[in-house]
Antibody, heavy 118, light 109 residues
């Protein structure tokens, strides 16, 4: 069974940084495209960015509005992916999901909550 | 970046049929936008229903189907059940970016 588990959320002050992790299991890590998606309280889904799989050299793509503050990376040795978030703003408060949704996969994690507040 | 539009809300009767649509501000939606459809219930993570316009996952109920309709991506629910009451989001890909629609709140009543 494929599972995605996010971690690393919490309370951070405006201007601070946070790194979220996503740990897939039950699937060959290097095969995965993984998206990061966020959802502010009571709002819709917002695409943050994604990392492609090994065949595409783990290339990354980002939402234009977030590029420069958010960085996606992955560590094959730890079978983990990361979302580094810098210069956080109150409007970055959201549930953050990692999702392996490309093609036949279709899997989502349960999310990790990030709250940006002083 | 494109703006992706969905009906804010729709209502369907139990056993009825309803079509949700997903349009793009840049023009007609095509298979090249690789449309996805997701279902989300309150307090839960989204669930993928449809990928690449028409393809279903093993867990997608047969009553859901995806298509292109009048320049938009479409999700049709045939034979609605109370359990289908949820919010539905589409996702389109374009030029290395992906954009979600604002979501359709579907009421089964």
């Amino acid at each position: 069974e494929v599972q995605l588990v996010e971690s690393g959320g919490g309370l951070v002050q405006p201007g601070g940084s946070l790194r979220l992790s996503c740990a897939p299991s039950g699937v060959t890590f290097s095969d995965l495209f993984v998206d990061w998606v966020r959802q502010a309280p009571g709002k819709g889904l917002e695409w943050v960015g994604r990392t492609k799989n090994k065949a595409y050299s783990y290339a990354t793509e980002y939402a234009a509005s977030l590029k420069g503050r958010f960085t996606i990376s992955r560590d094959d040795s730890k079978n983990s992916l990361y979302l580094q978030m810098d210069s956080l703003k109150t409007e970055d408060t959201a549930m953050y999901y990692c999702a392996a949704i490309r093609g036949v996969f279709g899997y989502w994690g349960q999310g990790t909550l990030v709250t940006v507040s002083s | 970046q494109a703006v992706v539009t969905q009906e804010p809300s729709l209502t369907v009767s139990p056993g009825g049929t309803v079509t949700l649509t997903c349009g793009s501000s840049t023009g007609a939606v095509t298979s090249g936008h690789f449309p996805y459809w997701f279902q989300q219930k309150p307090g839960q993570a989204p669930r993928t229903l449809i990928y690449d316009t028409t393809n279903k996952h093993s867990w997608t109920p047969a009553r859901f189907s995806g298509s292109l309709l009048g320049g938009k991506a479409a999700l049709t629910l045939s034979g609605a059940q109370p359990d289908d009451e949820a919010e539905y989001f589409c996702l389109l890909s374009s030029g290395g970016a992906r954009v979600f629609g604002g979501g359709t709140k579907l009421t089964v009543l």
